[in-house]
């Protein structure tokens, strides 16, 4: 099985900063894909940031010069840098990662795991 830690959410002024943190671990082969998606009550869940294999990253315009993804292969670890955050940036984040486990029998599958979610409010 696999799971995702998320850390680093929280209280902050608006035009501050805040630095989520996600960690996969369990029987992983190959991460393909990392990122983070937003959802608010009521609404669909969006996209925030990701980072595929080789740092191609893809951003929400919303968040395009403000927001910076980063990923440690390493440590199997996906990182969003939070600058300049805004009001309506609050939102549930929630890490997403596309991973491929490889069992006994020598099959490998490829699925998509979600964190638990990790509260950011930005305060006017």
């Known amino acids: 099985q696999v799971q995702l830690a998320e850390s680093g959410g929280g209280l902050v002024q608006a035009g501050g900063s805040l630095r989520l943190s996600c960690v996969a671990s369990g029987n992983i082969f190959s991460i393909y894909a990392m990122g983070w998606y937003r959802q608010a009550p009521g609404k669909q869940r969006e996209l925030v940031a990701h980072?595929?294999?080789?740092?191609?990253?893809n951003y929400a315009d919303s968040v395009k010069g403000r927001f910076s993804i980063s990923r440690d292969n390493a440590k199997k670890a996906v990182y969003l840098q939070m600058n300049s955050l805004k009001p309506e940036d609050t939102d549930v984040y929630y890490c997403?990662?596309?991973?491929?486990?490889?069992?006994?029998?020598?099959?490998?599958?490829?699925?998509?795991?979600w964190g638990q979610g990790t509260q950011v409010t930005v305060s006017s």
């Open positions: 997403h990662a596309r991973i491929a486990t490889m069992f006994l029998s020598g099959e490998i599958s490829e699925n998509d795991y």
């Open positions: 980072i595929i294999s080789g740092g191609i990253t």
